[in-house]
């Protein structure tokens, strides 16, 4: 497996406020957890770094927006004895209802995709379930991802973190996002997108995929997840036609 170059996984995220890709501020370190045992971190040759949800030994979910073509991509992690590895990409799936220009146009898109990597992940990592379960105003869901523990320091990732947040409803119930806010600043920041959004019982309702601000801060305002649920016609015959079918609670 090639091993990652030092330089590129500290290499700055070059996103603004109210943009895709956000990480885990206010929250807990949490690498040892269940949803960090299906995480990785998805890397891309521009400099972005995001998270992903194991599916399956060779498959990751993560947003749209850290997977897109026209840059060349790698799922990273580190070894048994913490050297960092890169993973190549064989193929991937973008949801065909992933519209790039969706925030500045304020137009709905379905922000995610599926990596097929060139070779399997180690076995110590443990393929996610999803879930279709719905989540009411008020429902606690746990957020995870290896961004930023700080806004602006690209030192602080690489740490799994979570936070967990009661889901609000800014806009009305939805059928295709979540939106989770907490009383005090903490969610997802830059890095997070594409990370796990895990429900009471442990499966992934939703993939984080955009973060707001709080105050002058860049992070800590709305976290926004979009549902697996409602895309699990996409999500399985993609990954069976992979032959490696997602797993649902």
């Known amino acids: 497996m090639p091993r990652l170059p030092i330089p590129f996984l500290a290499a700055p995220l070059a996103l603004a406020l109210s943009t895709p890709a956000r990480a885990v501020v206010g929250g807990t370190e949490a690498p040892d957890g269940a949803p960090a045992r ?26 749209a927006h850290c997977a897109a073509p026209g840059a060349e991509h790698r799922v990273h992690f580190r070894d048994e004895a913490g050297a960092p590895v890169l993973l190549g990409v064989a193929a991937r799936a973008v949801h065909p209802g992933y519209d790039a220009g969706a925030i500045a146009g304020r137009r709905r898109s379905i922000d995610l995709a599926l990596l097929r990597t060139e070779a399997a992940l180690p076995a ?29 320091d690209h030192r602080s990732t690489g740490t799994f973190r979570t936070a967990t ?26 890095g997070d997108s594409g990370g796990p959004v895990v429900g009471a019982g442990g499966g992934v309702l939703a993939v984080t995929t955009w973060a707001s601000g709080t105050g002058k801060a860049a992070c800590g305002g709305v976290s926004q997840g979009v549902l697996v649920g409602p895309q699990r016609a996409w999500i399985d015959r993609t990954t069976a036609a992979w032959g490696a079918p997602a797993r649902w609670e």
Do not use: H, N, Q
């Open 165 to 190: 947040l009661p889901v609000v409803e800014p806009y009305g119930p939805s059928r295709i996002l979540v939106w989770l806010k907490g009383a005090t600043a903490s969610g997802a920041c830059e």
């Open 124 to 152: 110590r990592f443990v393929p996610a379930s999803l879930t279709e379960a719905p989540a009411a105003a008020g429902t606690p869901l746990t957020l995870g991802g290896y961004g930023v523990a700080r806004p602006g």
């Open 38 to 63: 299906s995480s990785v971190m998805v890397l891309s040759s521009r400099g972005g770094v995001c998270t992903g949800i194991v599916l399956a030994r060779d498959v990751v979910l993560t947003a």
